[in-house]
């Protein structure tokens, strides 16, 4: 028993407790007025509860009315965010497997150079090759 009590002590003791300026939650409000936003999207995007989201409306809305509840989804900054971070994500992975690709061909370029004891890649400022003298000949009438 005592040890769930020093657990819960010592989890609560870990909460950062975070305040948002008057004109952030004016403009998330504002947000939502407009129906740019939804409460959810603001919920989670700044971790940050529906209680207090809805204390900003019910303090900054232009709309006032505690039973006026609007559902409506709509593209906003936050869902724009949201999609954003999720093509960041995408980019990353793709970016990692074209890194594993160039890195697997590298490999297989240098055990053919080993295998067949030949230079694959391309060397520039190497000489050329013998057969490839001069061509300027000399036609048989001149």
Same mark, same amino acid.
């Given at each position: 028993?005592?040890? &769930?009590?020093? &657990?819960?002590?010592?989890?609560?003791?870990?909460?950062?407790?975070?305040?948002?300026?008057? %004109?952030?939650?004016?403009?998330?409000? +504002? %947000?939502?007025?407009?129906?740019?936003? $939804?409460?959810?999207?603001?919920?989670?995007?700044?971790?940050?509860?529906? @209680?207090?989201?809805?204390?900003? &409306?019910?303090?900054?809305?232009?709309?006032?009315?505690?039973?006026?509840? @609007?559902?409506?989804?709509?593209?906003?900054? $936050?869902?724009? =965010?949201?999609?954003?971070?999720?093509? =960041?994500?995408?980019?990353?992975? +793709?970016?990692?497997?074209?890194?594993?690709?160039?890195?697997?061909?590298?490999?297989? =370029?240098?055990? +053919?150079?080993?295998?067949?004891?030949?230079? &694959?890649?391309?060397?520039?400022?190497?000489?050329?090759? @013998?057969?490839?003298?001069? $061509?300027?000949?000399?036609?048989?009438?001149?």
């Amino acid at each position: 028993m005592d040890q &769930i009590k020093f &657990i819960k002590k010592v989890s609560s003791s870990h909460r950062v407790r975070r305040s948002f300026s008057p %004109e952030f939650k004016r403009k998330k409000v +504002a %947000e939502v007025d407009k129906l740019l936003t $939804t409460v959810s999207e603001i919920c989670k995007e700044y971790e940050v509860s529906r @209680t207090s989201v809805y204390r900003w &409306i019910y303090k900054y809305s232009l709309m006032r009315k505690k039973s006026l509840k @609007t559902v409506v989804e709509v593209k906003s900054d $936050t869902r724009k =965010i949201e999609q954003l971070k999720q093509q =960041i994500q995408e980019l990353h992975q +793709a970016l990692g497997q074209k890194q594993l690709l160039l890195e697997f061909q590298q490999k297989l =370029i240098d055990l +053919a150079e080993e295998h067949y004891q030949i230079d &694959i890649k391309k060397k520039f400022g190497s000489a050329p090759f @013998t057969g490839s003298g001069n $061509t300027n000949k000399k036609s048989p009438g001149v």
